[in-house]
T-cell receptor, first 112, second 115 residues
Framework: QKEVEQDPGPLSVPEGAIVSLNCTYS??????FMWYRQYSRKGPELLMY????GNKEDGRFTAQVDKSSKYISLFIRDSQPSDSATYLC????????????FGDGTTLTVKP | DAGVIQSPRHEVTEMGQEVTLRCKPI?????LFWYRQTMMRGLELLIY????????DSGMPEDRFSAKMPNASFSTLKIQPSEPRDSAVYFC?????????????FGQGTRLTVV
């Protein structure tokens, strides 16, 4: 079983919809949580990061962490066609912060 | 800075041939990671270096795979001999330091097809 599980989708929504992307993890040592966005034929780019349980908001994006449930989410409000991409969650532990463990990614398509 | 530079962008080779993928990290970054991405297996960490020294190569699938980092400006991932199941997109990523909020910067990837 992988340390980080992510539903691969694909997920297709109409423009303006609220999108929820999720990951679960098994390693309780993970303390730092990130979301990367990967456009087609490009490398992943960091979108958001959060350290503690709770919510972090950045424009239309909200990252949510529930350490007690080992569950993280990324919400996208008012989704746009330009949000169409693969979203990968990633996590780091305090004992090995040099290395990130990635989920497999969820492919999102926002239709105009 | 031009970011992480990988070459070639695309590689098509015949089974049994040697393949060498190259990566130039962002100047000053002391961590370098090699990943492989496929639809079936997602993004897999193959190996990573800190200050040019391999730290963890447990993700390298077989002895056919080898990676080197002779200096802070260059790394290679070599597959010899290549097999069709090695077909994937290979990413190099680099970061500065090992702090919690350190971002990994990815290259554009090398799309490898082994026929």
């Amino acid at each position: 079983q992988k340390e980080v599980e992510q539903d691969p989708g694909p997920l297709s929504v109409p423009e303006g919809a609220i999108v929820s992307l999720n990951c679960t993890y098994s390693n309780s040592a993970f303390q730092y949580f990130m979301w990367y966005r990967q456009y087609s034929r490009k490398g992943p780019e960091l979108l958001m990061y959060t350290y503690s349980s709770g919510n972090k908001e950045d424009g239309r994006f909200t990252a949510q962490v529930d350490k007690s449930s080992k569950y993280i989410s990324l919400f996208i409000r008012d989704s746009q066609p330009s949000d169409s991409a693969t979203y990968l969650c990633a996590m780091k532990s305090g004992t090995n912060a040099g290395k990130s463990t990635f989920g497999d990614g969820t492919t999102l398509t926002v239709k105009p | 800075d031009a970011g992480v530079i990988q070459s070639p962008r695309h590689e098509v080779t015949e089974m049994g041939q040697e393949v060498t993928l190259r990566c130039k990290p962002i100047s000053g970054h002391d961590y370098l990671f090699w990943y492989r991405q496929t639809m079936m297996r997602g993004l897999e960490l193959l190996i990573y270096f800190n200050n040019n020294v391999p730290i963890d190569d447990s993700g390298m699938p077989e002895d056919r795979f080898s990676a080197k980092m002779p200096n802070a400006s260059f790394s290679t991932l070599k597959i010899q001999p290549s097999e069709p199941r090695d077909s994937a997109v290979y990413f190099c990523a680099t970061q500065s330091g090992q702090f919690m909020n350190t971002e990994a910067f990815f290259g554009q990837g090398t799309r490898l097809t082994v026929v």
